[in-house]
C-alpha cells in the first residue's frame, strides 16, 4: 500500500498596497508564507502575474509540489461573484470583471475559490480564531474603509451572484461628511482609520495633537494606526477622544446590524483594532449595547480578532478547504464564464 | 390497500388586535378560516385558550379530523426562540416568555412551529407569493411598527434561540423622533402607518388635509391605510406628501439592507403598502436604489406582496409543512423547556 501524498493550500490575501501567500497543510497550520507589493493600478494582467508568481514562490519555500497543491482561497478587496469567482470592480488595483478565479486555475491546475477579504477574515476567525464555534459571527474590520464579513451555518453568507456585507455605507448620518461612494454619512466616511486619521490631522496641524504633530506631521500616509496609538499613549487626548468617537459609531452600526442578523459573536479586526483593542472594543460594545433591542443584549460578544494579518489568507484557504457546499437552485457553482 | 389519510395543516397568524386560523391541505390550499378578537392584554392563558378554540373551530369548519391534523405553525407580533417556541415578550398582548410551541402542542397533540408573523408572511410570500424562486427574500412590513422578516436558502434566517430582521429599529435619524423603544430616529418612528398617521392627523388639525379631517377627523385610531389612501385620492397633496416621504425613508433602509444582505427580492407588505401599492412601492424602490451600492444596483426587485391578510397564516402553515432542516451546532431542536 501506497502512502497517500501530503496535501497543501494557498490562502492568497489580495489587498491594496500588499500582498501574501500563505501555504497551510492539511490540518490549516501554515507552513509558509510570501509576501509582495501589489503595484496599485498597474491593470488586471500584471497584476494576475504577480499573484501566481507569490503563490508559486510560497509553494517553493514550502518544497510543496504542483502535484500536491489541492486548491487555492483567495480574499479580494472588493464585491464579487463568489460562486463564478469574479471580482466586480477594484478601482485602485485597475481591475473590472476580472475571471481571476478562472485565471488562476488555468495557471494553477488546482481547484481555486474566491471570497471578499473581510468575509474570508471573518471565516477565518470562525475557523480557528476568536469566534470558533459560533452560530453565527459578524466581522467589522475598520481600515481605509470598513469592511464586513458574516458566517452563517457554517458558510459564508452572499447573494445570488454577489458577495454583500458592504457595512462601511450603512448611512448614520445624514447629511455628514462626503463618503468615497459619493453619499454622505455613511459609517465609513465617520468611523473608518482613515476618518480618524483625517480628524487627527486637522487636530495637529491646529496643535491639539503635539506627539502626534511631533511623530508624523499632518499627512495621511504617516498617520497609520501604530502612530494613532502611540500619540494617544503619549498623552494625545484629542486623540484618544477621536478613536473613541469613531468606535461609538461602529457600535452603533453594530447594534444596528445585531437587531437585524442576531450574531453570537462579534469580531473587530484590522490594523486599528489591533493597535488598541482594549479601547475600541470597551467602547463599541457599549454602544452596540445601548443600540441593540432588549431581545438581543445577552445574545452576543464582541472580541478582538485572533488572527491578525494572517486572518484574510487563512480564512481563504480554510474556505477552500472546506466541503463544498450543495449547489444552489439557480446557481451553476461551477461555471466559471463571465456572463 | 387503504387509502392514505388526506393531512392537513393550521397555520396561525396571532395579531395585536385579531387572529386568524387557516386550515390548508397537502398542496398548501386554504380550505377554512377562523378569525377571532385578540382581546388584547388579557394576558398568557386566556390568550392561548381563545388560540386554541379558534384553531378547533376552523378543523370543524373544515371537517378535518383532529387525527388528520399533521402540524400548526404559528406567526407572532415578536421576538422569540423559534427553535424552542418560546415568545420572548408581547406587551400589548400581556404575554411574557409564553412557550406557546409546547402548550399548543399539549392541546393539540401534534408538532407545533412558531415564527416571528413577517418571518412567517416573507416565508408565505416565498413559498406561493410574490417571491417564489427567490434566492433570498427580505420582507419590510410597516404597521403600527415596521417588521422585517428575510428567508435565506429556503429557510428563515434566524440567530441562535432567537428570531432578529427587527429592521424598524434601524436608526435612519439620529435625534429624530422619539421610538416606542425609547431611542430617536429608528426606522419605524419616521416611516411607520403610525407615524404617517400622526403627522397627517396634525395636518388635519392645522387644516391642511381637509378630506382626512372630513372623512376620519384627527384621532389616530380612524386614521387606517384606507383612509389616508382615499384622502390621497380625493386630493389630500399633503397626506401623499407624507406617505411619499416614509416610502422613502422606509427604501433608504431597503438600500441600506441590500448592501448587507444582498436579497434578490425584496418584498413590501401589510395594509398601508396594499392600499396604495404602487406609490409606496415606487417611491421605496427610487430610494432603495439610491442607497444601494453600484455592485447591487442590479441584484434586486421590490415588488408589493401578493398574499395580503393572508401572509403570515399560509408561511406559517407552509413553515409547519416544510421538511424541517438538520439540527444545527449548540441547538437542541426539539426541546420545549423554558431555559
Not at 46 to 75: C, F, K, N, Y
Not at 111 to 138: I, K, M, Q, W
Not at 239 to 268: E, M, S
Not at 290 to 309: E, K, N, W, Y
Request: aromatic residues 4%.
Amino acid at each position: 500500500m501506497s502512502e497517500t501524498p501530503a496535501r497543501y493550500w494557498v490562502g492568497f490575501d489580495l489587498g491594496g498596497t500588499k500582498m501574501m501567500a500563505v501555504v497551510v497543510d492539511d490540518a490549516g497550520k501554515p507552513i509558509a508564507r510570501k509576501r509582495r507589493k501589489t503595484k496599485a493600478q498597474e491593470g488586471a494582467e500584471p497584476g494576475l502575474d504577480r499573484v501566481v508568481r507569490t503563490i508559486r514562490e510560497a509553494l517553493e519555500e514550502a518544497h510543496v509540489d504542483r502535484s500536491q497543491l489541492a486548491g487555492v482561497g483567495i480574499g479580494v478587496p472588493g464585491p464579487l461573484d463568489p460562486e463564478r469567482g469574479i471580482v466586480f470592480d477594484l478601482p485602485n488595483l485597475g481591475w473590472h470583471n476580472v475571471p481571476v478565479a478562472e485565471a488562476l486555475r488555468g495557471e494553477l491546475g488546482c481547484p481555486v475559490v474566491a471570497a471578499n477579504d473581510v468575509d474570508a477574515g471573518t471565516y477565518g476567525e470562525y475557523v480557528l480564531g476568536a469566534a470558533v464555534g459560533a452560530r453565527s459571527v459578524l466581522g467589522v474590520f475598520p481600515g481605509t474603509g470598513i469592511g464586513g464579513g458574516f458566517v452563517y451555518d457554517g458558510q459564508i453568507f452572499r447573494g445570488r451572484h454577489v458577495s454583500c456585507m458592504e457595512i462601511g455605507h450603512i448611512r448614520v448620518l445624514p447629511d455628514g461628511p462626503l463618503c468615497g461612494c459619493g453619499r454622505r454619512g455613511c459609517l465609513e466616511a465617520v468611523a473608518s482609520r482613515l476618518a480618524i486619521a483625517a480628524q487627527a490631522a486637522s487636530a495637529a496641524y491646529r496643535g491639539e495633537a503635539p506627539r502626534l504633530l511631533a511623530a508624523a506631521g499632518t499627512s495621511l500616509e504617516n498617520l497609520r494606526s501604530g502612530t494613532l496609538a502611540e500619540a494617544i499613549g503619549a498623552g494625545d487626548r484629542v486623540v484618544r477622544d477621536l478613536v473613541v468617537n469613531a468606535a461609538r459609531w461602529l457600535g452603533v452600526a453594530i447594534g444596528t446590524l445585531v437587531n437585524v442578523l442576531a450574531p453570537d459573536v462579534v469580531v473587530l479586526g484590522g490594523g486599528l483594532v489591533e493597535a488598541m483593542p482594549d479601547l475600541i472594543v470597551r467602547e463599541a460594545e457599549a454602544a452596540a449595547r445601548a443600540q441593540a433591542m432588549p431581545a438581543f443584549s445577552d445574545t452576543f460578544r464582541v472580541v478582538p480578532a485572533a488572527l491578525g494579518d494572517d486572518a484574510t489568507a487563512l480564512g481563504a484557504a480554510a474556505w477552500a478547504r472546506r466541503a463544498p457546499a450543495a449547489p444552489r437552485r439557480g446557481e451553476s457553482g461551477t461555471s466559471l464564464v463571465v456572463d
